[in-house]
Structure formats: C-alpha cells, structure tokens
C-alpha cells in the first residue's frame, strides 16, 4: 500500500507517537485498540495493523474493495484475531495469547476525507514460572550436594513439603529457585506471612557477571574445564536460617515466585522439623505421700518438649519394669507413661525411675522417686542366744525375744501361748518387757507354742511359731477314773495314766489298806509308753483300800502318786436339795442334786401320784439319765401330787426324797412346792404316798412317809452316833488285852498255792481266778472286828477309805481271799512281755512295815488248805490285806 503522492504503505516512525500498554497473561485474550474517531461526514477507507518488526500488515479492512474487505495474516494471527470496528474506536481481539504474541503493534487508519490516524500499542504477554524448587545444602561449595526437597509446578497450585530433622545449633541453607516465566520472576521468602529474605543472589550474579555462583562440571574425557550458570540462569533466592533452636520447630517456610500483578504467585511451602530433648520428666505421683503395701498404684511419667516422642522406660531399683502404657498427644508435643506398681515391704526406701530416652542431647533425662511404703509388721521370735532350747525343765527360767521390722514403727509387741494372749504378771512368772518375754519359774502347762504380735498403725504382724518343750518328770493324767466300786470276787481293772516329758521309763505300784502296805513286783503288771494296767480283785471286806501308782524318766520320779481307791459298790444315795421351778397349770421342773452314785453308773427316776383323787389315782413316771432334773408335764389342773424321786444303779436304788406339789389354792393355779404334810396324810401314816401299782416300796420307811422336821432328825442322828461311839469304846477296852502279840514268820513258808473252786462260794466259782494268797496267821473273828473297828477309827493315812463292814467269813468257816488275775485273762498288745501271777507276802497284823516286803514266788504247788485241815484255824481265816494282780 502506498502513500498519497505514490510513496509506498509503511508504518510511521515509532518514535513520534504515544504507546498504548495493554499486559495479558498467555492463554488469555488481548484487545489492541486503535483511534478511528473521524467527522460524521467522513468514512475509514483503510485500516491496518502491523507487528514490529514487520513491514508488512498482519490484518487489513478495505472498504475500498467489495470482494474482500478484511484480511489478516495467518502465520501470525491464524484464526485468533476479530476486529470491532466503532464509531471512534476500533478493537484487535486476539485470544489464546502465546509469547510470541509479545510485541509492538501499529495500527493506521486511512479516511475519505481526514487526514490517517496512528496508534500505537505495547502488548506484553506474561508467562507465569511454570515451576518452582528448593535445593538444601550450599551450592557454590564443592564439597556439598544440593539435594531438591521440594517442587511445584505453576499449573497445581502450592505445595508443602518437610525438611530436617535438624538438632539445636544447626545452620541450613534452602535455594528456592524459579524455572520458566516471563518477564523474569523474583523470589522471596517469608515465614509463617512474614517476610525473611527478598534478596536474590542470581541477581548479583547476572549484575555483576561473576562466576562466583557456578557449580564446575568436570568432564573425563580431555579438555577445558567448562562452567556454566548455577541453576541454568534461572532466578533462585538462598535463605540462610539459624542457628536453630526450639522456636524454629514447625516454621512455616514460603517461597514466593512472581513477575505480574495478574495472577497470584506461585508458592512453595516447607515445614522445619526438628530433634529435641526433652524439655521435662516428671513422675506424677499418688495423692498420699506414703503407699501402702500390697496395694495396686497407677503411676504416670509425663515427658514434655522431646521430638520425636521419646522411648520411656521404668526400673524400680536395678529391675525393669515392663508392663507399661504410652500415651502421645496430639501435637507430639507431650509424651507419658503409666505404670500400675505393687509396693511391697522390701520397697521401702527404694526408688522409682522414669527414663526418657531421645535422639538429640543430651540424650536421656530421667525422674527418681524414693518410695515410702507402709506395711504390716513382719515379726521373729527365737529363743535367748544363751537358753538351750533342747533342755528346757520345771522350775528353769527361759528369755524370749521378738524382732520387728515395720513402717511406721511398731508400738508396742504383745505375746501369745497356744494363740491365746499373755499377759504381764510378775507374780506369776509372766514379765513382758519392750519386745522381750520372760517365763520364772517355768512349769509344765507353760510349754507349747509362743509368738509375738507387733503393732503398728497399719496393721498387726504375727510372727512364726516357736515352740517350747518343757521336760518335767511324770505327772497323773488328769480326767482318770480314780475310785472303783466292785464287788468281792469282781475284777477291777485299774489304768495308771501319767503325763511325762520325756516319757516315762518305768511304773511302780503300791497297795495300801488300813492294815499293810504292798509293793508290787515290776512282772505283776503291764506298762505301756502312757499307762499301766492292774486288775485287782477284793475278796473279803478288810481287800479293800489304795492302789498308789509311781513312775519314773530321765527327768526323775514321780513326786506325787497317782491315787486309785477300791471302794465296795453300793446302792446310790438318794437325791436331795430339791426345789421346785417353773410351775404352770399342768407342769413344772424339779431339780434335784445327786447324791454319792455307790461307784456305779446312776440314773434317776421320778414318780408323780395325785393325792387330790384318793380313790383315782393319776400316776406319772419319768426317767432321767445324767442328772435328776426332770420337766414334769401332763398334771391335772388344780391338783396335788407326790413326787417320789430316787437313784438306781446296778445295785438297786437308793431311799426315795418326796416332793408335795399342788396347784390347789394358789395364785393363777399354777404348780409349786407344798410345804408340809396334809393333815390326813399323818393321821394315815403316809399311805395315801403310796406309789400306784405297788403295795409298797422296800425302800421307804414310816419315818421317810411322815417326812419329819429337819431339826428332829438331826437330834436323832446325833444322839445315835454318841451312843455307837460309847459302846466302840468300851469294846475297844475290853479287848485290847486279849490281842496277841505278832509273830514274824519266815516269808518263804507264808506262800501257799489254794484251790479256789474248792474255797471261794459257789457264786463265785465260775470266775476264772489266779493262784492266791492264803495267810498262815489267823485271828478270831472277834479279834479281827475289834481290830478294824480301832483301823476304822483311825485317820492317821488319809488315803485309806474306812470299811464300815464285818468280818463275815466266820460263819460260813471258810477263807475268803484275795486274787490277782495273770496277764493271760485280759488282752494285751502283743509287744507287751507275759509275766507270771503276783503273789504277795502274807503279812502279820502289828508287824513293822520293815519286814512287810515281798519276795518273788517259788515253783507253785497243788497242795491245798481247805477247814479243817492241819495248820488251818477251823473257827476263821483272816483275810489277806493286799490283793493286787495284772
């Protein structure tokens, strides 16, 4: 196109006309405007836009020409370009800009009429970095590798990445660097939104031309060292930070990227992480300053500032404790650990310690906890260092001591004996001092078990059990039956039991009467670890008195003997001390105290007859076993009965004791004692008392059935005891001069061998009896009365029971004798050793207890003494005094 004067189409000089800036980032659209304001009149021939440095127009509106009037270039515009044409302005839209739509555009307006107008525009197409990086480490050093932590590219947004871990102290380098982009970007950095660093060292780079921030790059094959720009010459900003310390963990650091105000930078994020020690170990302990043994505790060790969480462990002492629970927060920040402890006693005074263990130094901080544990007392007795605990005896003294060990101190230590408490008595023996014990004067029933109790606030502590054997010589048994009630020709099997510490080694047996006194040879008897066994049989009157019973151990014999009386059996007393309780309208209690039982087993019986019906008798009978207590029921209301109460044995029964009760005029008729016979029942001399059934009791007497005062039959008793005493006296009188002196025989000729089945009673006959002792010397029968008549009246042995019987073998003129089983008739534990029969000495009367001994017997004979034969008495035999066998 050419000028008016025929001068070719060319744009004007650039420098004469203003510039129009229009920026557009790439990819958007741009509209270039252009001046074509004109007069209405006039009209736009042609309009042009050209792009420096072409000559060349890139579009073109030619209202001259019909068949084409817009053209554009389509290696430049291709179909990206629209032109709006207005009334004074016409508009370029190029979309879809690209960098090399950067430029210096110029558009020409030709009119009709006006003279050509000129515009020119600045467009400047901005092109966003397309990606940033960090490198960590220093790049101009040689010695160091860069390394690239992070990296974001422009089109997806920001990017957050974590550097380190890094310790205290540190100095890092981090090389944010800014690839692509047009006009060139800066680079800064900011953290957590403030700015740190807008100093840009590839800048100083580029200003200055230096080398200073190439990395070399050495080849292997020959040649020149070549350099080239650190990063490629891409902007990068180098941010220095520390040396670091707690307050740059999680620092929030930013790299910033621009080069328009268009679009919003491009960032990338990194985030500091950091190893640190703790800051803290603190074991939280329980609200109580003291623990209390066997006790569960929850025990929790808190570690606070330690990076990464730290490794907690517990030692109690030089052990570690395993079983443990971790517990991390949220923010990493605090770390604890729980424990749940059982302290014992041992743990007193210990310690407990909470180690936490880090990467970063220093590299363990640990918590310690002294433990003060309350306990029960743990106690010990033992025996005093200088007691010999194996020979202890009666009558020593013996120290106990106790050792405690507790927390709180212990108060104050009590003993026991058998777990029963002691307590402090000096009289006795018995001194508990601080944690000490002393028995005076020991005795048997102190041996046993002993221990000590300590107390203390939390508790008491028993200790072991220590026990005393206390030696001591042989002792009876307590709970032995000592009298025996038999019969003559009855056996009596008498057990010696005795209670010894150590046991016992032997017995030794005697037998006394009121006339001699017998030992017993060893082979006459059995003994046992425990006890020893004798069967005596009485045969006459004078056989019975006392068994004695001695035994002996190492400790020594036996100072006081065990005592068994052989008493005649009997019928038992009556009962008496009756009183009458608990009355009702149709019952009430009768308690009663027993009398003497004749050595025999008793039972009580009671009979009730009513006395309030003569001619209909109401008869009740009750029987009791151990005692005569009896709850009598079924009685007819308002009546009066007789209550007839005695004791049987196997030897009959005893007199009745009579009871009047009656509910006949008494208040709420209720049943109670009647005091006094009823007038009728003197007048009818107690028939009405009669027992129903029976025309009348053996037992009762007119004097019973008439129930006296109490104060006549006292006088009576009395009067009749002087009256027996005058006439003893004057029989002892009259025949103490008659009595023979004694005669010593040689005991060799005493023993003789009797046939029992010819002198014992036909009753009697059946028995199995040993051989027996038959006395040489004999006395009338008078004599011998008299004799035990005076032995009866003498209390010179108090063991002695008297015999109140007579001599009664005079008339049936026959020996009555004493007998001593052998072993064989009884059953023995097999270990025990056979013995042959005890036959003891005949013995004198008034003959010294000197010479009353015993021998062992010779060989037994068959020769026999019957009456009437030489060298037996044919008026009396005296018994022998001593009759005591196995």
């Known amino acids: 196109m050419q000028r008016k004067g025929g001068r070719r189409d060319e744009p004007y000089d650039s420098f004469t006309l203003p510039v129009v800036s229009v920026t557009r980032v790439e990819g958007e659209s741009a509209a270039l405007p252009c001046d074509v304001s004109h007069p209405p009149h006039d009209a736009i021939y042609l309009l042009l836009w050209f792009k420096e440095p072409l000559t060349t127009p890139i579009y073109r509106l030619d209202e001259r020409s019909e068949a084409e009037s817009r053209w554009w270039d389509e290696n430049q515009l291709g179909q990206r370009a629209l032109l709006e044409v207005l009334s004074s302005q016409a508009v370029l839209r190029v979309s879809a800009l690209t960098l090399h739509d950067h430029g210096l555009y110029t558009c020409r307006v030709d009119f009709r009429n006006h003279p050509t107008k000129t515009t020119r525009v600045n467009l400047t197409v901005v092109v966003p970095p397309e990606r940033m990086s960090v490198v960590v480490g220093d790049t101009v050093s040689q010695e160091r590798v860069s390394v690239v932590v992070g990296e974001v590219y422009s089109n997806r947004g920001s990017v957050s990445s974590v550097v380190g871990p890094y310790l205290e102290g540190d100095v890092i380098q981090l090389t944010c660097v800014a690839h692509g982009g047009s006009p060139r970007p800066s680079v800064v950095w900011y953290g957590d939104s403030r700015l740190l660093d807008t100093h840009m060292e590839s800048d100083v780079l580029e200003a200055t031309s230096e080398t200073l921030g190439a990395v070399t790059v050495t080849t292997l094959g020959p040649g020149p060292t070549t350099t080239q720009p650190a990063f490629g010459g891409e902007p990068f900003n180098t941010l220095t930070l520390g040396p670091l310390s707690r307050s740059h963990l999680k620092l929030l650091l930013t790299c910033e990227a621009s080069n328009n105000n268009l679009t919003q930078p491009t960032t990338l994020s990194l985030t500091i992480d950091m190893n640190l020690p703790p800051l803290s170990v603190e074991i939280q302990r329980p609200e109580s300053v003291a623990l209390r043994a066997e006790r569960e505790y929850l025990v929790e060790c808190v570690v606070v500032g330690a990076r990464p969480p730290p490794a907690i462990t517990w030692w109690s002492g030089h052990q570690r404790v395993l079983q443990a629970t971790v517990t991390i927060s949220e923010d990493r920040n605090l770390t604890s650990s729980s424990v749940v402890i059982v302290p014992g006693p041992r743990d007193n005074g210990s310690f407990l310690r909470c180690i936490a263990e880090t990467h970063a130094a220093p590299a363990t901080l640990e918590d310690t906890w002294t433990l003060t544990v309350h306990y029960?007392?743990?106690?010990?007795?033992?025996?005093?260092?200088?007691?010999?605990?194996?020979?202890?005896?009666?009558?020593?003294?013996?120290?106990?001591?106790?050792?405690?060990?507790?927390?709180?101190?212990?108060?104050?230590?009590?003993?026991?004996?058998?777990?029963?408490?002691?307590?402090?008595?000096?009289?006795?023996?018995?001194?508990?001092?601080?944690?000490?014990?002393?028995?005076?004067?020991?005795?048997?029933?102190?041996?046993?078990?002993?221990?000590?109790?300590?107390?203390?606030?939390?508790?008491?502590?028993?200790?072991?059990?220590?026990?005393?054997?206390?030696?001591?010589?042989?002792?009876?048994?307590?709970?032995?039956?000592?009298?025996?009630?038999?019969?003559?020709?009855?056996?009596?099997?008498?057990?010696?039991?005795?209670?010894?510490?150590?046991?016992?080694?032997?017995?030794?047996?005697?037998?006394?009467?009121?006339?001699?006194?017998?030992?017993?040879?060893?082979?006459?008897?059995?003994?046992?670890?425990?006890?020893?066994?004798?069967?005596?049989?009485?045969?006459?009157?004078?056989?019975?008195?006392?068994?004695l019973c001695w035994a002996n151990n190492e400790i020594g014999p036996q100072k006081e003997p065990c005592v068994f009386h052989i008493v005649p059996a009997g019928k038992p007393e009556p009962p008496g001390e009756c009183r009458v309780e608990e009355g009702t309208r149709t019952s009430v209690w009768v308690r009663c105290g027993a009398g003497g039982s004749g050595g025999l087993p008793q039972h009580f019986l009671l009979q009730a007859s009513s006395l309030h019906q003569p001619h209909h008798q109401h008869l009740l009978n009750f029987t009791s076993a151990s005692s005569p207590n009896f709850y009598v029921e079924g009685l007819e209301a308002r009546g009066k009965y007789q209550l007839v109460i005695r004791a049987v044995n196997d030897k009959g029964s005893s007199s009745a004791a009579h009871l009047i009760v009656s509910s006949i005029d008494t208040k709420n008729y209720v049943y109670q004692l009647h005091d006094g016979p009823l007038e009728a029942e003197v007048r009818d001399g107690g028939k009405n008392g009669v027992v129903g059934g029976e025309s009348e009791v053996p037992e009762e007497s007119f004097l019973d059935t008439l129930a006296l005062p109490s104060f006549i039959m006292g006088v009576l008793g009395v009067g009749s005891g002087l009256v027996l005493l005058v006439i003893l006296l004057l029989l002892i009188i009259t025949f103490r001069g008659r009595r023979r002196a004694p005669q010593l025989h040689p005991l060799a000729h005493n023993l003789h061998l009797t046939d029992t089945e010819e002198s014992l009673p036909r009753a009697a006959s059946s028995t199995r009896i040993s051989p027996v002792f038959t006395p040489d010397q004999h006395t009338t029968c008078l004599e011998t009365d008299v004799i035990h008549q005076e032995e009866c009246e003498s209390d010179a042995d108090p063991d002695v029971i008297p015999l109140q019987k007579s001599c009664r073998g005079c008339e049936r003129g026959v020996s009555q004798l004493a007998t001593v089983l052998p072993s064989h008739h009884y059953k023995y534990p097999s270990h025990h050793h056979h013995h042959h029969p005890f036959h003891p000495d005949t013995y004198k009367r008034g003959q010294s207890a000197e010479a009353q001994r015993l021998v062992e017997p010779t060989a037994p004979t068959s020769k026999t003494h019957n009456a009437g034969e030489p060298g037996v008495d044919d008026r009396c035999h005296q018994p022998p005094r001593n009759c005591v066998s196995e």
Not at 523 to 537: A, D, M
């Open 376 to 547: 029960v007392p743990t106690s010990s007795c033992r025996f005093g260092s200088s007691l010999d605990a194996a020979n202890i005896k009666e009558g020593d003294d013996v120290y106990l001591e106790c050792s405690t060990q507790a927390n709180p101190r212990v108060t104050h230590v009590s003993w026991r004996h058998n777990e029963a408490p002691l307590v402090h008595n000096v009289t006795a023996g018995v001194i508990i001092s601080n944690q000490s014990l002393v028995l005076q004067r020991l005795v048997r029933a102190q041996a046993g078990r002993y221990s000590c109790l300590a107390h203390n606030p939390v508790g008491d502590g028993l200790s072991n059990s220590l026990r005393l054997d206390v030696k001591f010589a042989p002792v009876c048994s307590l709970g032995q039956v000592t009298i025996y009630a038999v019969d003559r020709y009855e056996d009596a099997e008498v057990t010696c039991s005795v209670d010894a510490n150590p046991v016992q080694e032997s017995f030794q047996w005697t037998f006394n009467n009121t006339a001699d006194t017998i030992d017993v040879p060893q082979g006459r008897f059995t003994s046992l670890s425990t006890h020893s066994v004798i069967t005596y049989t009485p045969m006459t009157a004078l056989d019975y008195g006392t068994l």
